[in-house]
């Protein structure tokens, strides 16, 4: 059963249009990953699922069409965004982050969520009165995952992870997601460049090529495609 299914979704910025009619499904409780070279359209879909982006055609959440819906309301419905590039308040500490990411749900709640992330990720919670500046990548990393986690989502949509992290640090992460899917059930729509590693952590897989979906395959089915790694993925 699908969370999220995109029909005929076109993008642009101004007068260019970066997505040319996409059709795609997230399958509810699952991973799946979206790859494909620089300039594919792979951070637009994120952009336009959460209504950063000028679009025409249907977006449809667990049944309801939230196309041309506003950005606040869309994250009210259970679909929360890490951008590329983390987007932490780096003049904010971890925990005023964290507090922050429960501006949908209520104190209490929000202090339930929290604890829950400190649990998971045991360096926030020694970091908590750190400014988020002066975390490392990988922590600010983290950091922008539990602020997405804080209102338990439904949906998790996360823009290159990996960007600017050492491998070692990127793997960490990865392991990391896929965990909280296993733990919690949040279906996470991951963009990544790093596609050998994201195959390894998803369900199912989008493959994109100049802003039109040339492949929707199961993960393990698409890692092992010999000719669309090689034209593709450049692997």
């Not at 506003?70 to 679909?79: C, K």
């Not at 992290?165 to 790093?194: C, K, M, S, Y």
């Amino acid at each position: 059963m699908s969370l999220l299914a995109v029909h005929d979704l076109h993008a642009r910025y101004g007068n260019a249009e970066v997505l040319h009619g996409i059709d795609f499904d997230v399958p509810a409780g699952e991973v799946t990953v979206v790859l494909g070279a620089n300039g594919a359209g792979k951070t637009t879909i994120l952009r336009s699922i959460c209504a950063m982006v000028h679009t025409s055609g249907r977006i449809v959440f667990d049944g309801r069409d939230i196309s041309g819906m506003r950005t606040d309301r869309i994250a009210r419905l259970g679909i929360a965004h890490v951008p590329q590039g983390r987007g932490t308040f780096g003049d904010l500490t971890v925990e005023e982050n964290l507090l922050i990411g429960g501006y949908t749900t209520s104190q209490s709640a929000t202090a339930r969520s929290i604890e829950r992330w400190y649990e998971f990720f045991p360096r926030l919670r020694e970091r908590r009165t750190q400014l988020a500046a002066g975390l490392s990548g990988g922590e600010q990393q983290m950091l922008a995952i539990a602020r997405a986690l804080v209102p338990e989502p439904r949906l998790l949509l996360l823009d290159e992870p990996s960007l600017g992290l050492a491998p070692r640090i990127t793997q960490e992460v990865f392991r990391a997601l896929g965990q909280i899917n296993e733990d919690t059930g949040t279906t996470i729509l991951v963009v990544e460049q790093n596609a050998h590693l994201a195959l390894e952590i998803g369900s199912s897989a989008v493959l994109v090529d100049a802003g039109r979906v040339v492949a929707q395959r199961p993960a393990e089915a698409l890692a092992h495609d010999d000719a669309v790694r090689r034209a593709y993925l450049g692997y």
